[in-house]
């Protein structure tokens, strides 16, 4: 028995934002989920306390937006059951109440993201993003006109009031530097009129990446901030005066921004704060006390804990995974630790086909590894790649992994030097070396497997998206350890990509590969585009045609590379898909269609998908 494509797609994704709101009655949560089956649209859900769930937004609304293309915070439940939240199709921000759903801002270019509700104000914070301009904005939440407070950064989030509502506190930075990079948490004086004076930068600079801000009291921050090399958890005071450390040991209590609005820290109403903290191998949730320094974790059995957390009433919403269990809302007291899974659960496979990861190092590389199921001695392997790519894999259930681990392949997880989850100086190994360090930790890896006898030296693939689809062209032009690659929605000519791509990622290879025009010649020795000749086996190539961070051109071009030079190809694209797979039919034909190459690279046989051609087979 195997894991079908159906049950991957149905299970495909998770929870992305998550709230609780006290009320008299007891706690309730808020969510958002995917709907594959609904075209992959964003629902989001209210659970009451009395343990009932109401899907908030109807059919044919969708609780996403753009902005930075990958999106941010996206809604924020109001007092008394309402909804404010940002609309795909129009990119709009809307009020729901009731069956009642008016726009709050006007059609046009406007995107919006990472709202917030400040509280003892009628009225919804955003970023706003229109072309490459961003600045936040107040839109009441009557419908009245729209009020800029700030446009101080090429790049803004983590708008936030003080409780006297004399102050605001925000997060920007600018080109070239990404958010974790480099970021200034920055407070201003918030006027009679509702807009920041000038402002001051309390924490963070070129080389220091803060990742989070909340208010303490009028005069102190609480800030996620990385000047050990660690995201800690800093107390900044606003006159001057030394900040201190509460956090101080080599553990992440933040993440790469990614997406404007992610949380790892909540204050609760008795002043304890809740963290998400770790490593990429294990995720903690936990209660930090910031006057004695005292950690306590909380939160069971799981393995890993996502970027999202609230706290009220005496209990964290929050959004944890097990090895055996996918990504679900939970509800835990901060008390006793009690774990109360409060989202629908997903249906699952049998126990006995879920692979049980290990964590290992191979050579100073982090990787997770999910053994094939009924496999004596070497077996095929797949080097799975993350995007970003300053990004990483937990350990915890992903059906896509079992989907080919219960059909005998091994699947490697690596997160290869640039991934995070382990500090700025592991982080920090692929500046000026993408397509250089990311190719050799993957190759390392699966040598190594090769070496303990787990994988097979003959059957060894990559396969990741985005960047990790960078990683698995350039792996397959500039080693010869793969004897083929899966390349989803992926980047293989760094020169041209980072002239077409969007405004947040334009400068992002300047300190991946270096500034242009002066290391051109690095761009072009690691192009897998201008390398195709080099390629060690076959590769398939999988695109969105709605792609606006990775053109399907980066795919179209690198194929006719490969049929130029007589390499085995095939390339497969999905209308109405963006950068990722979100519909439950592309998310079966992409997994049929990627186990089918598998089983011609490895010489499997695969009666249950359809056949796959490649181009250039004899």
């Keep these: 028995m195997s894991i079908r494509p159906i049950d991957v797609a149905r299970t495909d994704g998770g929870p992305q934002w998550v709230e609780a709101v006290a009320t008299p009655a007891g706690v309730e949560v808020w969510w958002d989920e995917p709907r594959p089956h609904e075209g992959g649209r964003r629902c989001v859900v209210r659970r009451l306390p009395d343990g009932s769930r109401t899907d908030v937004l109807p059919p044919g609304w969708n609780a996403r937006n753009r902005v930075i293309e990958y999106g941010g915070r996206s809604w924020r439940p109001l007092p008394g059951g309402g909804l404010v939240f940002t609309n795909w199709a129009d990119q709009r ?89 480099g970021t200034e948490l920055c407070v201003a004086p918030l006027g009679e009129d509702g807009t920041a004076g000038p402002y001051r930068v309390v924490a963070g600079g070129p080389r220091e990446s803060v990742a989070q801000a909340e208010w303490r009291d009028d005069a102190t921050l609480y800030a996620v901030t990385d000047p050990t090399g660690w995201w800690n958890v800093h107390l900044v005071p606003l006159d001057g005066s030394p900040g201190r450390n509460l956090t101080p040991m080599e553990l992440e209590f933040g993440a790469a921004a990614w997406k404007p609005g992610l949380t790892c820290l909540a204050v609760a109403e008795d002043g304890r704060l809740v963290v998400v903290y770790g490593t990429a191998d294990h995720r903690r949730l936990g209660v930090l006390g910031p006057e004695t320094g005292e950690l306590r974790e909380i939160g069971g059995a799981a393995t890993h804990w996502s970027s999202t957390v609230s706290v009220a009433g005496g209990k964290a919403a929050a959004v944890g995974a097990t090895p055996y269990t996918p990504l679900e809302v939970t509800l835990v007291d901060l008390g ?26 191979i050579e100073g590389v982090h990787a997770h590894l999910y053994p094939p199921a009924r496999v004596t001695g070497p077996a095929p392997y797949v080097i799975f790649v993350h995007g970003g790519p300053t990004g990483n894999l937990p350990i915890m259930l992903d059906l896509e992994i079992a989907y080919f681990t219960s059909r005998g392949i091994g699947v490697a997880v690596v997160n290869y030097g640039g991934s995070t989850g382990y500090g700025r100086a592991y982080r920090e190994r692929l500046r000026d070396q993408w397509g250089v360090v990311d190719v050799q930790d993957c190759a390392r890896v699966a040598r190594g497997l090769v070496e303990l006898g ?27 350890v793969f004897a083929g690659g899966v ?28 500034p242009l025009p002066e290391t051109r010649q690095r761009y072009t020795e690691r192009s897998p585009l201008l390398n195709a000749f080099r390629a060690s086996g076959p590769c398939l ?62 010489d499997m046989e695969t009666p249950e998908v359809p056949p796959l051609t490649l181009k250039g087979r004899a």
């Design 336 to 361: 006793d630790g009690a774990a109360e899974v409060v989202s629908a659960r997903k249906p699952l496979p049998a126990r006995d086909l879920l692979p049980t990861p290990e964590a290992l190092t």
């Design 93 to 181: 921000l809307y009020r729901l109440d009731g069956p009642s759903i008016v726009p709050l801002t006007p059609e046009g270019p406007s995107r919006y993201a990472d709202l917030y509700l400040p509280p003892g104000r009628d009225e919804v914070w955003a970023v706003r993003e229109i072309e490459d301009v961003r600045d936040l904005v107040a839109v009441p939440l009557d419908g009245g006109p729209l009020r800029v407070i700030t446009k101080a950064h090429h790049f803004l989030m983590n708008p936030r009031i003080s409780p006297d509502g004399r102050n605001v506190a925000w997060i920007g930075w600018e080109h070239p530097n990404m958010p974790w990079d």
């Design 541 to 602: 190539m999988l695109h969105g045609l709605e792609d606006a961070i990775v053109d399907v051109g980066q795919a179209e071009r690198f194929t006719a590379e490969l049929e130029k030079h007589g390499k085995e190809w095939a390339l497969l694209t999905f209308p109405g898909e963006q950068h990722g797979w979100r519909r439950e039919e592309t998310i079966v034909a992409v997994l049929e269609a990627e186990l089918a190459f598998y089983g011609l690279i490895f």
């Design 487 to 514: 390349a989803h929605y992926a980047i293989t000519d760094p020169e041209s990509w980072a002239a077409e791509t969007h405004d947040f990622e334009s400068r992002y290879l300047d300190g991946l590969v270096g």
């Design 454 to 480: 787990r994988a097979d030296a003959a059957k060894l693939a990559i396969r990741g998206g985005s960047a990790g689809g960078w990683t698995t062209v350039a792996a397959l032009v500039h080693s010869d």
